[in-house]
């Protein structure tokens, strides 16, 4: 049998958010159940209680950890590129391999949880959707009071690319960067060219 591990106060939270997110990488959300990863970080069930006030409120963190890595994964793609229409096409291409690439976390990150986290996402990718999608209309290619318009066009693009492609797998083949590429170059004229 197992040796319970002992935890400090305030460790064991990290440790079970460690485990949900090494458990959806693998397996998507199937096993992010209190009882799973209790038995994952050797305590017991209703330890998980003293850190989260119910399951649905560690699904939530585990979602919000899987989140914030994909916001990672998109500023290391960004790098300090500064030109408005190569951060733009970077950002939905780096949203697209990490989905692809990333199938188990990706069907955790948008989980639909009864809780909420306690604290914003940091860093947040839908904040940097909409910081690309301001400098398009600090840039004059897109009128201001379109900017929320604009912002949710382009991430349906992606976010609805990546789950069609996925569609019920967890290893979904990566298409051809030439595919990808022709994706978000027709989304930028759909957005820059054809508007009001």
Request: hydrophobic content about 40%; aromatic content about 8%; overall charge negative.
């Amino acid at each position: 049998m197992k040796k319970k591990t002992k935890y400090h106060h305030g460790n064991l939270a990290d440790a079970l958010l460690r485990a949900g997110v090494k458990e959806a990488r693998v397996n998507g959300p199937k096993n992010l159940g209190v009882t799973h990863l209790a038995n994952q970080v050797h305590v017991s069930p209703m330890a998980v209680y003293r850190h989260f006030p119910n399951g649905e409120s560690l699904k939530a963190g585990i979602s919000q950890q899987a989140r914030e890595e994909l916001a990672r994964y998109m500023l290391k793609a960004l790098g300090q590129e500064t030109d408005v229409k190569k951060r733009f096409l970077t950002i939905g291409r780096s949203y697209i391999e990490f989905g692809l690439s990333e199938p188990g976390l990706f069907s955790v990150a948008f989980l639909d949880c009864d809780s909420l986290p306690n604290d914003e996402d940091d860093p947040s990718s839908r904040s940097i959707f909409h910081d690309a999608i301001l400098d398009l209309s600090n840039e004059g290619l897109i009128e201001h009071s379109d900017i929320e318009q604009v912002a949710a066009f382009a991430w349906s693009l992606v976010h609805g690319y990546v789950t069609l492609t996925s569609a019920e797998s967890l290893s979904p083949a990566m298409p051809k960067p030439e595919a990808v590429n022709e994706l978000l170059e027709r989304g930028w004229l759909a957005i820059t060219k054809f508007r009001k």
